[in-house]
């Protein structure tokens, strides 16, 4: 079965520079949610969207911003990288009237140096 | 606001023991509860769920949780544990599958000694 597909899967970045993270959730599935887990640390929840609109927000920095395109993959835009970004990214995935559970990608392991 | 607590940091288990890892969570309605578990560097994969209904769920990997709500609980259980169990744990909490955030646990890494 086709999953939550990340790209890419690591990333290195300097300081001060922007990221790109890419998901491409599981076909149908209308709501995509991101989540960063630093090291040791349990995921924390960024944003998430439904049919294309932002749905909910956490605790994302305000130098990071996301969109859900029409093909419902979302990106995550990171600027002026800090040091304490280096994380693993996740994008989950769900049938939002349908009442399924959100499925997890592989995450995008970004290292800030 | 939701929250959930693992109280247990780290367990280590011998190979063939049982197992249970506990969670509680702080939640005003009726929650929706996960496990999903994590091996280094990897996603997370979902173990089980409690939506509704009965109470004590099975999962994959022959693993099941028990809802108790006088508890705020949601144990994960499995009565013989492999090598291969060996990952981190983390139990989470939802206010609703339909489009909602998660809220983790900090995770319980599980050592199984051979």
């Known amino acids: 079965a086709a999953g939550v597909i990340q790209s890419p899967r690591h990333l290195i970045k300097e300081k001060r520079e922007t990221a790109t993270l890419k998901c491409y959730p599981i076909?149908?599935?209308?709501?995509v949610y991101w989540y960063q887990q630093g090291p040791g640390q349990d995921p924390q929840f960024l944003i998430s969207f439904y049919e294309k609109m932002q749905s909910d927000k956490g605790s994302i920095p305000d130098r990071f911003s996301a969109q859900q395109f029409s093909d419902y993959h979302s990106e995550l835009n990171m600027s002026s990288l800090e040091l304490g970004d280096s994380a693993l990214y996740f994008c989950a995935s769900s049938l939002y009237r349908m009442n399924t559970e959100a499925f997890f990608g592989q995450g995008t392991r970004l290292t800030v140096v | 606001a939701q929250s959930v607590t693992q109280p247990d940091i780290h367990i280590t288990v011998s190979e063939g023991a049982s197992l249970e890892l506990r969670c509680n969570y702080s939640y005003g309605a009726t929650p929706y509860l996960f496990w999903y578990v994590q091996s280094p560097g990897q996603g997370l994969q979902l173990l089980l769920k409690y939506f509704s209904g009965d109470t004590l769920v099975q999962g994959i990997k022959g693993f099941e949780a028990e809802f108790k709500r006088s508890q705020s609980s949601f144990n994960l259980r499995k009565p013989s544990v492999h090598w291969s169990d060996a990952a981190e744990y983390f139990c989470?909490?939802?206010?609703?599958?339909?489009?909602?955030?998660?809220?983790f646990g900090a995770g319980t890494i599980l050592r199984v000694k051979s």
């Open positions: 989470a909490v939802g206010a609703s599958v339909y489009g909602n955030k998660l809220v």
């Open positions: 076909p149908r599935h209308d709501t």
